[in-house]
Structure formats: structure tokens, C-alpha cells
């Protein structure tokens, strides 16, 4: 079963615009990590941003930011001013015992 | 990433034939794991190694099986490939349970026909 889920399998985004892919996810456990991979056409699995749970501070890298709430178990991602380079498949994951994603959202930007 | 390798990058294999995945690490990490990729299903834990010798299954394991004999390599075998197993196969590694997340290769495009 899914314990990942990103409920949008598309989004698409005016270049400059913001937007913001979300996540939900199921655990038991009180510490873990969470993350946002981007894997554009290359197939490559890119490390865009990582929150630890136990961290109530929300994590920035650049234009890339999370809103990580606890308690509702949701981690989403926004990407302020959209760059046509930011079009690609964006997965969210966690780590308790090994890592576990979900089924991905692509993410289209329009010049 | 270059401190993983993953061969091939490509292959195409005929219903029933084995097959036999590598994943070559330059990272010294202690875990290696391999994932599935399929459209709607994002990524899939097929098997993980622990250490030398130490592998345990994934949420897909039915038809795959692993082996680690050096820190450095691990393979995934599929003894007689079926149409189901097409996928793209990714090989990582990492530290366990860790805020440094996983390194992924490249991947292997996988079709069987």
C-alpha cells in the first residue's frame, strides 16, 4: 500500500509563478526524514530539499521551500520564481527504515 | 551521480531468459538498495544489503533476488524474465536512517519481450 501520496500526477506553472506540489504520508514512527527528489528526462534522481521531523523550522534551499506540518502528516513543496529548468517529475519520500516514495507529480513550466 | 554505477544503461531481453543487474558504488555506503520504477507507482523497493552478505527483501521482491560480495557491488538478478518486470531499475545507497537521504545511479531501462 501507498504510503506516500502526492495527490497531483500534474501541475503546470507560469515561468516566475509559484506553485506547490503536495504530500501526505503515513508512519508510525516519531523521527524521520523527509525529501523531495526531482528526476527530469535524464532519468537522474536529483536531491532538491530534506526536512528532519523533529524539526519544527520549515527547510529552505534557495527557491525551494517546504511547509512541513507534523500532526496532518504533510509535506508540501514551493518553488518560487518557476524556471523553465524546474520542469521535471518531482517525488516526495520519507525515511524510516528505508526510504518510500510516492508516485511522483510532473511538473510543467510555461514560458 | 559518478560515485555510482549502474550497467547497463539499456537492455532489451527476451520472456523467460535470467538477467543480471550491476550496481557498482565508489561512496564506501554500509546500504545499498534497489528500487523499480513504474508509471504510478513512483519507486519500489525490490531488496536491500546491509553490509557484506546482508540482504533482506523489499516490497517487491516475488522473481529478483540480490547479492553483495564486496561493499563495492551489488547485483540484482532476475532468474527468468517476465513482461512485468520492464521497468526502470535504480540502484542507491545511503546511511541508513538519514537526513542525507540516498545517491542514485543512473538507472537500467529494462524490456522484456
Known amino acids: 500500500a501507498q504510503t506516500v501520496t502526492q495527490s497531483q500526477p500534474e501541475m503546470s506553472v507560469q515561468e516566475a509563478e509559484t506553485v506547490t506540489l503536495s504530500c501526505t504520508y503515513d508512519t508510525s514512527e516519531s523521527d524521520y526524514y523527509l525529501f523531495w527528489y526531482k528526476q527530469p528526462p535524464s532519468r537522474q534522481m536529483i536531491l532538491v530539499i530534506r526536512q528532519e521531523a523533529y524539526k519544527q523550522q520549515n527547510a529552505t534551499e534557495n527557491r525551494f521551500s517546504v511547509n512541513f506540518q507534523k500532526a496532518a502528516k504533510s509535506f508540501s513543496l514551493k518553488i518560487s520564481d518557476s524556471q523553465l529548468g524546474d520542469a521535471a517529475m518531482y517525488f516526495c519520500?520519507?525515511?524510516?527504515?528505508?526510504?518510500?516514495f510516492g508516485a511522483g507529480t510532473r511538473l510543467t513550466v510555461k514560458p | 551521480d559518478a560515485g555510482i554505477t549502474q550497467s547497463p544503461r539499456h537492455k532489451v531481453t527476451e520472456t523467460g531468459t535470467p538477467v543480471t543487474l550491476r550496481c557498482h558504488q565508489t561512496e564506501n555506503h554500509r546500504y545499498m538498495y534497489w528500487y523499480r520504477q513504474d508509471p504510478g507507482h513512483g519507486l519500489r523497493l525490490i531488496h536491500y544489503s546491509y553490509g557484506v552478505k546482508d540482504t533482506d527483501k523489499g516490497e517487491v521482491s516475488d522473481g529478483y533476488s540480490v547479492s553483495r560480495s564486496k561493499t563495492e557491488d551489488f547485483l540484482l538478478t532476475l532468474e527468468s524474465a517476465t513482461s512485468s518486470q520492464t521497468s526502470v531499475y535504480f540502484c542507491a545507497t545511503g546511511l541508513g536512517q538519514s537526513l542525507l537521504g540516498y545517491t542514485f545511479g543512473s538507472g537500467t531501462r529494462l524490456t522484456v519481450v
Open positions: 519520500a520519507y525515511i524510516d527504515n528505508d526510504m518510500r
